[in-house]
């Protein structure tokens, strides 16, 4: 399965007009995080005192964050742009090659219109592959492991190829030694809950 076309939906309008709202009284940020849920649902006002700016939009995909980059990030002039994408392009069917060719240009966009722009990408987690009363398999079903660990293979290298782009490794601070999220670290396969986050922010703070 090869889909190429992005489909916007009711949640990702309605954080779009939020953002740019927000962007009338924010000129500049020291971090922008900006990817899925995972962003959305995270605390991002504890990183060393900070001025941080939340840009995550539930269920989004790379071709998403590319397309709204001008007034979800550039518009702020952040110092630093924190990005986790990816898992909801995997589930989507998106191929490995179109997430990889997203990422590039979201990384140029970025560096061209952001001077002395740094960027950390963190690796995709896996979700929770194991039985539970609130593990939702339909997050695991689509998320097919080895792919995860392909476009984590790509994603290692931005760092080597780009002088302002840092690789956080939050699929090593999360999966357990069968690849998988931690019962305990998930809501519900995917989601993450507190421990999840601090282990996640803990691998993450050493580039922020």
Request: charged share 25%; proline share 2%.
């Amino acid at each position: 399965m090869n889909k190429v076309i992005y489909q916007a939906y009711p949640h990702f309008y309605g954080k779009m007009q939020q953002f740019v709202k927000e962007n009338e009284t924010i000129k500049n940020c020291d971090i922008c995080f900006v990817g899925d849920s995972i962003i959305e649902m995270m605390d991002v006002n504890n990183f060393n005192n900070q001025f941080c700016v939340n840009r995550g939009i539930s269920s989004d995909k790379s071709a998403g964050v590319l397309m709204t980059l001008q007034d979800r990030v550039i518009a702020i002039h952040p110092k630093k742009v924190f990005i986790n994408i990816g898992t909801n392009d995997i589930c989507d069917g998106y191929t490995i090659s179109q997430i990889k060719a997203n990422y590039i240009d979201i990384i140029e966009m970025l560096t061209e219109n952001l001077k002395g722009v740094e960027i950390v990408i963190t690796t995709i987690m896996p979700p929770c592959y194991y039985d539970g009363p609130h593990i939702d398999h339909a997050y695991m079903d689509c998320r097919d492991i080895l792919r995860i660990e392909e476009l984590n293979k790509i994603i290692k290298t931005f760092d080597s190829l780009y002088d302002n782009v840092k690789v956080a490794d939050g699929y090593q601070a999360l999966a357990d030694e069968n690849k998988s999220l931690r019962l305990e670290d998930t809501l519900d396969g995917v989601h993450l809950t507190l421990s999840g986050y601090e282990k996640l922010k803990k691998e993450i703070s050493k580039y922020l």
